[in-house]
């Protein structure tokens, strides 16, 4: 197998060397002594309860559960009892969760009917245990099964792409991921999945300059000619579903829709290696892989984390204290903060970033030379001298939001081939109205890479995102695409 290298896209910046970025290293979190488990976890629908306070439950054991909405089940990841079951706040919606008193012990209950020699299962065996682990709810569309665990079916699944591209400023690292015995886990992951989708085309990304990596894997995969190892310049953001559509298959995903509506299951490596572990080994997904990102912390490992530790275990003894520090969850662009020490990890997070809380004044920012800041034109001396330098990653914005100089920064670097100034200075005199369809407004996929290279600190992205809620509720919704789309009659709202 041939992988084929510097597959590009338009647009796009990519992060160099800044510093507290994850090492390759896997460390365990550990059995955390209590653990609140949301009923809904990443793509799903709310799942209903199934257990109730007071009840001893093992970890791997089904405790929500929803054959009728298009969901997947979620379980105890420790051992233990159900001490509350309570509405709380998840990712802006409000959830039933799940509080477990853990005994602290290590062990979990398996799936029935998995099997070592997985190539003796059927598609139907391998689909049930995927549901039932909870692994077909991964990435942004679900997993398809013969149960209701993504938008589209089986049948309608016509590309895969598996990426481990990393193109955030802070992130998970795939040689990390794919240590030890892990690659040939993976590899086998990707061999089950082709089981179970006989007819989809295969395709795995990774960065092109992970050159060992990318070899690894194909070794792994050789002799397989229905699989495409392709390597990817590491640009943000490069790990968009819309990006590896595009760059990966040549498609493009219509506006305002998920790569499922065109027939493409877009998944990372942990999403394979849950699949994986389901099937081979019977193990529901309850952990999660996370990297601790960020000079907030002492250390930069991985960490293998039971899916609802709250966040003050995660990070343990392991946060400087010498400064005030943010909490993100996946993206420093994008990301939701955590507020609390006490919110939980899910089955859906990457990273915990940890950034200096940096509100300073810093008089005459943009006369110095800036070694360790970050610049997309070569205003500081960090970009001029490339990766020679470590960059430091914080909050401060150093310097005031300023009128629009129309520089067109944002416009060089939209991976959807946006003008954002122009967006934004409808929106920003409120102009709502069909002119932000003829300048595609949907198109946008929110990556806020505009608002990162912006000199005059301007918020594009929110503006961009306010201005399609204003579409919306003034009734100009995104145009449907002039072709049909799969799995419409089940989109969640």
């Given amino acids: 197998m041939t992988p084929i290298k510097n597959r590009g896209f338009h647009g796009g910046y990519r992060f160099r060397n800044f510093e507290a970025s994850p090492l390759d290293k896997l460390a365990a979190a550990g059995v955390p002594s209590k653990v609140t488990i949301s009923l809904m976890q990443g793509f799903s629908d709310e799942v209903a309860c199934l257990v109730q306070p007071g009840v001893q439950v093992k970890a791997g054991q089904i405790i929500g559960r929803d054959d009728e909405r298009v969901s997947s089940p979620v379980h105890a990841s ?38 070592a020699r997985w190539d003796s299962l059927t598609a139907e065996q391998i689909e049930t245990l995927i549901y039932l ?47 030890g015995d892990c690659l040939s886990k993976f590899a086998d992951g990707v061999k089950i999945l082709r089981k179970m989708l006989p007819k989809a085309g295969f395709h795995v990304a990774m960065n092109a300059e992970r050159e060992s990596l990318i070899a690894g894997v194909s070794d792994a995969l050789s002799g397989n000619d229905w699989v495409e190892v392709c390597g990817l310049q590491s640009r943000y953001p490069a790990d968009y579903d819309e990006v ?54 002492t250390e930069n490992p991985h960490v293998r984390v039971r899916i609802g530790t709250p966040l003050e275990h995660v990070i343990g003894g392991n946060l400087r204290a010498d400064k005030a520090w943010r909490f993100l969850r996946n993206s420093a662009l994008t990301g939701e903060r955590f507020l609390e020490m006490t919110q939980t990890i899910d089955r859906n997070c990457d990273a915990v970033i940890a950034v200096h809380e940096n509100d300073g004044r810093e008089m005459f920012a943009f006369v110095q030379p800036g070694p360790r800041k970050d610049s997309y034109t070569p205003t500081f001396l960090s970009a001029i001298l490339g990766g020679k330098l470590t960059k430091r990653g914080e909050t401060n914005l150093h310097g005031e939001e300023r009128p629009c100089i129309s520089c067109g920064f944002c416009e060089e670097v939209c991976p959807a081939g946006l003008i954002p100034h122009h967006l934004f200075h409808y929106v920003e005199r409120n102009i709502i109205d069909e002119t932000l369809l003829r300048f595609k407004i949907y198109d946008c996929i929110d990556c806020n890479l505009c608002a990162y290279v912006c000199p005059s600190k301007i918020t594009l992205g929110r503006h961009i995102k306010s201005g399609k809620d204003k579409l919306i509720n003034e009734g100009l919704t995104c145009p449907r695409p002039p072709f049909a789309l799969k799995g419409t009659g089940t989109q969640k709202d």
């Fill in 133 to 179: 682990s909870g692994a077909s709810g991964a990435g942004r569309s679900g997993i398809p099964t013969r149960f209701k665990s993504s938008i589209i079916s089986c049948d309608d699944v016509e590309e895969v792409i598996i990426h481990g591209v990393e193109s955030e400023m802070y992130g998970p690292l795939s040689g990390a991921l794919l240590t």
């Fill in 78 to 115: 420790v051992n233990g009892k159900v001490v509350k079951i309570e509405k709380l706040e998840y990712l802006g919606s409000e959830v039933a969760a799940v509080t477990i008193s853990s005994d602290g012990t290590d062990g979990w209950q398996a799936l029935q009917g998995y099997s």
């Fill in 244 to 297: 590896l559509v595009s760059t990966v298959l040549g498609r493009s995903v219509p506006a305002g829709h998920l790569a499922a509506h065109i027939g493409v299951i877009v998944l990372d490596i942990r999403d394979v290696l849950s699949v994986y572990e389901a099937v081979v080994e019977g193990k529901p997904v309850i952990e999660r892989t996370v990297a601790l990102c960020g000079p907030g912390f």
